[in-house]
């Protein structure tokens, strides 16, 4: 079942992001690895900012969690984890498509350069990488993310933002 989290949720969506997240250890840059991945402090001001969790629950407990959250003209997807034990089961899946119903915005993801399954999840899903000049305009622009993160990071774009672009570049770029 996808439900939108509430406040008692807290804790499942911290263990499932830190328990998630340990796909990156040893894969991105040793300089980005914290212990643990996400700290509480860091969740809770991700959620202060404006991202709002849905879960997916089986049998009363929490297998996956992806944040949305409106920035500017343009809707993000933050923070997608399901836990190591039930990737690849389809849950990132359902909970991408359900994400991606609440809104008519353009979409777009951000994630490690150095995560080449999470980069092929979205490209299944009809994402596209984004260019150079393109992604480090993004994150500064949508998110807040240090310089040595805008380095090691890649943003994907949906189809509504790829097209927004290609009118704005015809119209003379706005
Ligand atoms: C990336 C992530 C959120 C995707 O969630 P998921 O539930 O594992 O994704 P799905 O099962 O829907 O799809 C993942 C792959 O499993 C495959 N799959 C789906 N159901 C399957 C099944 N029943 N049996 C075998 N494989 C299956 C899909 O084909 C897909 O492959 P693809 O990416 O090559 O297209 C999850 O794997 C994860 O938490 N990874 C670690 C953290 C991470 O990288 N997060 C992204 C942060 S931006």
């Known amino acids: 079942m996808i439900r939108l989290s509430g406040t008692v949720d807290f804790e499942q969506i911290w263990a499932v992001i830190n328990d998630g997240a340990e796909a990156y250890r040893g894969v991105i840059p040793a300089d980005r690895w914290e212990e643990p991945y996400m700290s509480r402090k860091k969740l809770q001001r991700e959620i202060a900012a404006g991202v709002v969790f849905w879960v997916f629950e089986e049998h009363g407990s929490i ?102 672009q290609a009118c704005e570049l015809a119209n003379g770029g706005a």
């Open 63 to 164: 297998t996956g969690v992806m944040g949305i959250q409106p920035v500017g003209d343009v809707t993000l997807i933050r923070h997608a984890y399901v836990r190591s034990a039930s990737q690849k089961q389809g849950i990132g899946t359902q909970l991408l498509r359900h994400l991606r119903q609440l809104t008519t915005r353009p979409v777009l993801i951000g994630t490690w350069a150095a995560a080449i399954w999470a980069i092929r999840f979205y490209e299944t899903h009809g994402f596209h990488q984004v260019g150079f000049a393109q992604k480090e305009r993004l994150l500064r622009k949508y998110w807040t993310v240090p310089g040595r993160q805008i380095e090691t990071s890649v943003v994907l774009a949906d189809e509504t933002w790829l097209r927004d």
